[in-house]
């Protein structure tokens, strides 16, 4: 029962804002890094961002610097991914994970959820 849950994701318009969920159970989130990841089809899985499990630190991908923010809310096991200033080449599946420290790198993430389709288009 080590599970995450990724909500949030619909279609909206270039321009537009998703505030993206991942609920965790069976572990605490603020025990891990959390990280956020998208996959378009026919294109390898990209570190969007992560939030350090200890002191709170954040990295953001250059391409979505200055548009997105992650966050925790420990009281209720869930990180969010305020998504700005949508762009079409934002449209993949987000996924999160949960891992021992805060990188990019696939590999030290143990859990994985589903994933949430994002679609920026008009």
């Known amino acids: 029962q080590l599970q995450l849950v990724e909500s949030g994701g619909e279609l909206v318009q270039p321009g537009g804002s998703l505030r993206l969920s991942c609920a965790a159970s069976?572990?605490?989130?603020?025990?891990?890094?959390i990280g956020w990841f998208r996959q378009a089809p026919g294109k390898e899985r990209e570190g969007v961002s992560y939030i350090s499990s200890s002191s709170g630190r954040s990295y953001y991908a250059d391409s979505v610097k200055g548009r997105f923010t992650i966050s925790r809310d420990n009281a209720k096991n869930t990180v969010y991914l305020q998504m700005n200033s949508l762009k079409p080449e934002d449209t993949a599946v987000y996924i999160c994970a949960a891992g021992t420290l805060g990188t990019m790198v696939s590999r030290f993430y143990r859990y994985w959820g589903q994933g949430t389709q994002v679609t920026v288009s008009s």
């Open positions: 069976g572990f605490a989130v603020g025990n891990y890094a």
